[in-house]
């Protein structure tokens, strides 16, 4: 069992954690084809199968590209760590598409690209698209495989938590009172103000708003239907904004009063400085979003160097520098390599918190295929 936090909190369910075709545009560098180093790479479980990391590094650099998908430089510190990543390998171009996708559109466009070299090589998903799309992942175990709880990888590597916070609320405090609690958002005040980041059919950080509302509301994770009426009594009062999130609208003010990651909340300062984060007293909902490969990666040994760059110290402190909880803290804090200033500035944490298992997710995601839409309509 593991927290999201270097000190213990008590917590209410651990798992993995947990979103239109979307055609990549043209991407630079060639993917080479044909080789027994391709059928390697394509098929290499870990680094073992290249040998060393200098081993699989050489193939990765002959391959000459990377490319990623629905990954905004202003999430999570995304944008610091892939430039970190191509001055560790000048070699390696990484291209980049789509970076305010879903987790589901990720799948779509890998599934409309296959078999190009304009295919994403990775995937950055949420934990409800990962387990219904498994045939879409190759299996890689990175060498920090051992520091990664096991509550957060899919046994195989098929994907792996990453990196994770805690569901908040995010508001211009110059226009609007800090939510004392959940149902607070209910009231006139928040007139047509309150904004979720996605389709929580689709997009993890949606999702996991209304997993937050389900448990505030009382529910637990085995039924979402108490957090799906919150979002329909919202709705129902004018209050909820059907606007995607993004740092361009927080900073227009289009969606002044946010449910998000607290991470990506609190990037929303360096755009407003009147920004501020409101974890709900109770119980309060987790979730770690999840690498993984595609099975038909243009780019083969790039792709598993990328993950092995993601779990290394150097990556997991970037995350941790960008507000969020690295899959291998707890590891790292034993080590002595973790960024102890950074780590000192998380926000305090929830005494209660509940992650989604597994099944509570898939049930959770077939409920809200159901009943969703009719809920806000």
């Known amino acids: 069992m593991t927290t999201l ?9 651990v798992a993995v954690l947990a979103a239109a075709a979307v055609v990549l545009a043209g991407c630079a560098g060639d993917s080479t084809t044909g080789s027994d180093s391709d059928d390697v790479a394509a098929t290499a479980t870990s680094l073992t199968d290249f040998g060393t990391l200098a081993d699989l590094e050489t193939a990765a650099k002959a391959e000459g590209a990377l490319n990623v998908i629905a990954l905004p430089h202003d999430w999570a510190n995304y944008g610091a760590i892939i430039e970190a990543f191509k001055a560790k390998y000048p070699e390696i171009t990484v291209n980049e598409a789509s970076p305010d996708i879903s987790s589901a559109e990720e799948i779509q466009a890998a599934q409309t690209n296959a078999g190009l070299d304009t295919a994403p090589d990775v995937f950055d998903i949420g934990l409800t698209v990962a387990l219904q799309n498994t045939d879409q992942f190759a299996p890689y175990q990175v060498a920090t495989w051992g520091d990664i709880p096991d509550a957060l990888k899919e046994s195989t590597g098929l994907f792996v938590g990453d990196y994770g916070g805690y569901m908040s609320i995010g508001y211009d405090s110059s226009k609007y009172a ?34 937050l509302a389900t448990v505030q509301s009382g529910g637990t994770l085995d039924d979402f239907t108490p957090g799906i009426d919150f979002f329909s009594e919202l709705n129902k009062a004018g209050n909820m904004l059907k606007v995607d999130v993004t740092s361009a609208t927080v900073a227009s003010g289009e969606t002044p009063v946010v449910f998000d990651w607290d991470y990506l909340n609190a990037a929303h300062v360096a755009d407003n400085a009147d920004w ?17 490969i595609n099975v038909d990666a243009p780019h083969p040994a790039a792709a598993r160097l990328w993950q092995e760059f993601l779990y290394s110290d150097e990556a997991q402190n970037l995350w941790l520098q960008g507000g969020a909880r690295p899959a291998r803290m707890e590891a790292m804090i034993d080590a002595g390599t973790i960024d102890a200033d950074a780590a000192a500035l998380l926000p305090e944490a929830p005494e209660t918190v509940v992650v989604p298992t597994e099944a509570q997710s898939t049930d959770a995601g077939t409920l809200l295929g159901e009943k969703w839409a009719a809920a806000v309509q």
């Open 276 to 292: 501020k984060i409101r974890i709900l007293p109770g119980t309060g909902y987790a979730a770690y979003y999840n690498q993984a």
């Open 178 to 211: 800090e939510p004392a609690d959940l149902d607070a958002l209910l009231g006139s005040d928040y007139k047509a103000a309150v904004a979720i980041n996605g389709d929580p059919t689709q997009a993890g950080a949606a999702f996991a708003a209304v997993g």
């Open 5 to 13: 936090l270097p000190i213990r909190h008590r917590i209410a369910g």
